[in-house]
Structure formats: structure tokens, C-alpha cells
């Protein structure tokens, strides 16, 4: 395998399973649809964040660190799976959320503080401020911290993607499956940039294209690239991308990040109703969404093979209840 150089811990339910959405694609009038479930990595509920964390973990223990120091939204489903990866090793974790404390804990705030993290909110300043100070109160504390970027999105969390285009590329091998795209959430670019290593590495040809969650498309290209740089030089590879290759659509950025429109809701319920899908009103049902509408418009054509990656984020529904039954 691609990664198999670098270190790894073993923390999700892997390979995550392929499955058809025939319903759905019927509702739609085409395309085919496929799912690849990072829902069901297990990690605390899943989500694909669980795959870049087997490498950044993995990480942090070579490093001898004994403390995880990470950020993220209020519903973050990568800092609710770093708290659980750092309860798996025994590993104290801090945790950096935006802005200032909500009135309830609910959804995937509930779930850090029951994981037993500790939860510091931001407030008028911004994560990475907070963070590189609770790493330096850590050190003189004389403690080892170890600072995982905003969905573990480096070249320490990225490599969990290119071990995962590998798992699509051999199960669609095996069924004997052909897909044209693969659709997915896109926010800290880091998901993007390990598929077009991967991809590009392998050879793999359908193409990897984003539904930006909170960015304009000059971002994620930006992004996605210099991610994929560093990633594919400590790999060893020659697979760099250029932001011109990078495929995103930013036409679904509704009132902003984790503010959920009617785009959302249609989406989570079409999910929910043709499928028995949950999807989140953050990342998941924005990407759906995207994916509806992209259809609709005719850009992904009724005879084409989709593969929509469900990146997980089920537990932030429960803060969200109002507005999904309003």
C-alpha cells in the first residue's frame, strides 16, 4: 500500500462498506448512486475524520506525546473523534471551539465532554490564537502536546485518504463497479487532497469532486493543492496536483458555516425517507444538497455512476432538531 511506510494506529471499522442507493437515484431520475459509509468507521459514533486520525495519532505517539490539542465548530465531528482516539491511547485532549459556549450541550459537544476532554471555547479570538496557547500553558505544565490542525487536514492526517482511495479503487475492482464522480463534503481540504494523491498515484480516473462546505472554489483549489504537495512529498510520490486540477463546486455555501437553509433540510430528508441515510445539517447535508442540485441542473448526468462519500456527523442532528422538524 501507498502508506505503508508511515506510522499507523488502528482505530476504525475498515474497509467502511459500498452500497447502492437505488431509491434515491429513482426519486432523482438517475444518475446511479453509490455511497461509501465513513459513517460506520465506529469511532464514537464514526465519520471519516476516524481515517486521518489513524496516521495523526500514530503520530503524536512517536513524538512521545501524551496530550492531543486540537480545534474545531461547536458540532466539530473531528474534534468529537480526536477526544475518542485520545480516550482509546490514554491520552489527555484538549479541545478549541469557536466562539463562545452554547446554552445546551447537545450533539457532538455532548459527546467531547462525555469522551473526557477539555473543552475551551475561543471566544472573540480566533482557534489557532487559543490553541498555540494552551500548547505553550501544556509544555510549561510539563506536559507533551501534540497540535492537530482543523480536521486533521496536513500531511499527517491526509495519508488517511490516499489509504482510502486505495480501499474504493480494490472494492470496485472486485464488484466489477465503474464510477464517473465522487461527491463529498469539502471544508479543511485535507479529506480532497489525500483522494488526489491517491488517485493520481494509482491512476484512478473518476473524478473527485468537492461540494465546498464554508470556502469559495479559489480556496479549496488553493487549499486542496498545497495540502496534496506536502502529502505526496512524504510519501515519496510523484503525485502532485495543481490547484487547476482541483474539482469543487462552492454554489451551496447557504448563510454561512453550519447555518442550515432548505437546500439542507430537503436533503437530510430524501436521505432519511428513500434510504434510512442520516445525514448531518452541517457537512453531509450541504454535500447532498449539492449533489441534488447538480443533477437537477443536468451537470451530473442520469447515465452516470456517483459515488457520494458519506464523511459522517450523524450526532450534530440533535442540535439541530428545531429547524429539521420546523
Same mark, same amino acid.
Given at each position: 500500500?501507498?502508506?505503508?511506510?508511515?506510522?499507523?494506529?488502528?482505530?476504525?471499522?475498515?474497509?467502511?462498506?459500498?452500497?447502492?442507493?437505488?431509491?434515491?437515484?429513482?426519486?432523482?431520475?438517475?444518475?446511479?448512486?453509490?455511497?461509501?459509509?465513513?459513517?460506520?468507521?465506529?469511532?464514537?459514533?464514526?465519520?471519516?475524520?476516524?481515517?486521518?486520525?489513524?496516521?495523526?495519532?500514530?503520530?503524536?505517539?512517536?513524538?512521545? #506525546?501524551?496530550?492531543?490539542?486540537?480545534?474545531?465548530g461547536v458540532q466539530s465531528n473531528h474534534v468529537r473523534q480526536t477526544a475518542a482516539a485520545a480516550a482509546i491511547h490514554g491520552l489527555r485532549c484538549v479541545v478549541v471551539l469557536r466562539g463562545e459556549a452554547p446554552s445546551q450541550v447537545t450533539g457532538n459537544l455532548l459527546l467531547d465532554h462525555l469522551l473526557g476532554a477539555r473543552v475551551?471555547?475561543?471566544?472573540?479570538?480566533?482557534?489557532?490564537?487559543? !490553541?498555540?496557547q494552551i500548547v505553550a500553558e501544556e509544555q510549561a505544565a510539563g506536559r507533551r502536546p501534540y497540535l492537530i490542525p482543523v480536521g486533521a487536514s496536513d500531511e499527517f492526517g491526509a495519508p488517511g485518504f490516499v489509504a482510502a482511495i486505495e480501499e474504493l479503487n480494490a472494492q470496485l475492482t472486485e464488484r466489477r463497479l465503474h464510477v464517473?464522480?465522487?461527491?463529498?463534503?469539502?471544508?479543511?481540504?485535507?479529506?480532497?487532497?489525500?483522494?488526489?494523491?491517491?488517485?493520481?498515484?494509482?491512476?484512478?480516473?473518476?473524478?473527485?469532486?468537492?461540494?465546498?462546505?464554508?470556502?469559495?472554489?479559489?480556496?479549496?483549489?488553493?487549499?486542496?493543492?498545497?495540502?496534496?504537495?506536502?502529502? #505526496?512529498?512524504?510519501?515519496?510520490?510523484?503525485?502532485?496536483?495543481?490547484?487547476?486540477?482541483?474539482?469543487?463546486?462552492?454554489?451551496?455555501?447557504?448563510?454561512?458555516?453550519?447555518?442550515?437553509?432548505?437546500?439542507?433540510?430537503?436533503?437530510?430528508?430524501?436521505? !432519511?425517507?428513500?434510504?434510512?441515510?442520516?445525514?448531518?445539517?452541517?457537512?453531509?447535508?450541504?454535500?447532498?444538497?449539492?449533489?441534488?442540485?447538480?443533477?437537477?441542473?443536468?451537470?451530473?448526468?442520469?447515465?452516470?455512476?456517483?459515488?457520494?462519500?458519506?464523511?459522517?456527523?450523524?450526532?450534530?442532528?440533535?442540535?439541530?432538531?428545531?429547524?429539521?422538524?420546523?
Amino acid at each position: 500500500m501507498l502508506t505503508d511506510t508511515l506510522p499507523r494506529v488502528r482505530l476504525g471499522h475498515l474497509p467502511t462498506p459500498l452500497d447502492e442507493l437505488p431509491r434515491l437515484s429513482r426519486a432523482l431520475g438517475g444518475p446511479r448512486l453509490l455511497i461509501k459509509r465513513d459513517d460506520q468507521t465506529g469511532l464514537a459514533t464514526g465519520g471519516n475524520k476516524t481515517r486521518k486520525l489513524e496516521f495523526t495519532v500514530a503520530e503524536a505517539l512517536r513524538r512521545g #506525546s501524551d496530550t492531543l490539542v486540537t480545534m474545531g465548530g461547536v458540532q466539530s465531528n473531528h474534534v468529537r473523534q480526536t477526544a475518542a482516539a485520545a480516550a482509546i491511547h490514554g491520552l489527555r485532549c484538549v479541545v478549541v471551539l469557536r466562539g463562545e459556549a452554547p446554552s445546551q450541550v447537545t450533539g457532538n459537544l455532548l459527546l467531547d465532554h462525555l469522551l473526557g476532554a477539555r473543552v475551551v471555547f475561543s471566544g472573540e479570538r480566533t482557534r489557532e490564537q487559543v !490553541a498555540e496557547q494552551i500548547v505553550a500553558e501544556e509544555q510549561a505544565a510539563g506536559r507533551r502536546p501534540y497540535l492537530i490542525p482543523v480536521g486533521a487536514s496536513d500531511e499527517f492526517g491526509a495519508p488517511g485518504f490516499v489509504a482510502a482511495i486505495e480501499e474504493l479503487n480494490a472494492q470496485l475492482t472486485e464488484r466489477r463497479l465503474h464510477v464517473d464522480r465522487i461527491v463529498f463534503a469539502s471544508s479543511s481540504f485535507g479529506t480532497q487532497a489525500g483522494m488526489c494523491v491517491g488517485a493520481r498515484a494509482l491512476g484512478f480516473r473518476p473524478q473527485i469532486a468537492a461540494i465546498a462546505i464554508d470556502s469559495s472554489r479559489a480556496e479549496v483549489q488553493a487549499g486542496v493543492a498545497e495540502i496534496a504537495s506536502r502529502t #505526496s512529498r512524504r510519501l515519496g510520490l510523484e503525485a502532485f496536483v495543481s490547484p487547476g486540477e482541483v474539482v469543487a463546486y462552492d454554489g451551496y455555501l447557504g448563510a454561512g458555516y453550519a447555518v442550515m437553509g432548505e437546500p439542507e433540510r430537503e436533503a437530510i430528508q430524501l436521505a !432519511a425517507r428513500y434510504e434510512g441515510i442520516l445525514l448531518d445539517p452541517v457537512y453531509t447535508g450541504r454535500a447532498m444538497a449539492g449533489l441534488v442540485d447538480l443533477v437537477r441542473k443536468g451537470v451530473l448526468g442520469k447515465d452516470e455512476t456517483i459515488l457520494f462519500w458519506h464523511t459522517g456527523g450523524a450526532a450534530a442532528l440533535y442540535a439541530y432538531a428545531d429547524g429539521l422538524l420546523g
